[in-house]
């Protein structure tokens, strides 16, 4: 359903602004560069996810139909498991989560990747 995928990307992507918001101003502070480094490159993959996957919405509901719709799905899946280890990784995490994090960086690309060849098939 591509309104409940662009909901879904919408509410990420005020995640992702709140966070690069949070991460500028209650953690400057805090964390020192490369934690704060870390911290908002999260924030701005998961913008990217969020953006990308509003397009996809965008783009299925105007003419290619459901097929690409669960192509945003794993953009957004990505972008938040992406994003989340990098968040947990700035926050002291465990650095085990820098091995969960290409797993988000991959949905990601497979997504956008499915999504292109829906969408160069003219969604059929």
Same mark, same amino acid.
């Given at each position: 359903?591509?309104?409940?995928?662009?909901?879904?990307? $919408?509410?990420? @992507?005020?995640?992702?602004?709140?966070?690069? $918001?949070?991460?500028?101003?209650?953690?400057? =502070?805090?964390?020192? =560069?490369?934690?704060?480094?870390?911290?908002?490159?999260?924030?701005?993959?998961?913008?990217?996810?969020?953006?990308?996957?509003?397009a996809v919405?965008? /783009?299925?509901?105007?003419?290619?139909?459901?097929?690409?719709?669960?192509?945003?799905?794993?953009?957004?899946?990505?972008?938040?498991?992406? $994003? =989340?280890?990098?968040?947990? /990784? @700035?926050?002291?995490?465990?650095? @085990?989560?820098?091995?969960?994090?290409? /797993?988000?960086?991959?949905?990601?690309?497979?997504?956008?990747?499915?999504?292109?060849?829906? @969408?160069?098939? #003219? #969604?059929s």
């Open positions: 359903m591509p309104l409940r995928l662009a909901a879904a990307a $919408a509410l990420l @992507a005020a995640v992702a602004v709140a966070a690069g $918001a949070f991460g500028a101003h209650a953690l400057a =502070a805090r964390l020192d =560069a490369r934690q704060l480094e870390l911290w908002q490159t999260g924030s701005r993959y998961l913008a990217f996810a969020a953006l990308g996957a509003l919405a965008a /783009l299925a509901s105007s003419g290619l139909g459901g097929r690409g719709t669960g192509a945003g799905w794993l953009v957004l899946a990505g972008g938040a498991l992406f $994003a =989340a280890t990098l968040f947990g /990784l @700035a926050l002291g995490g465990p650095r @085990a989560l820098g091995a969960v994090t290409p /797993l988000g960086g991959a949905a990601m690309i497979a997504g956008l990747l499915w999504f292109a060849a829906v @969408a160069w098939r #003219g #969604g």
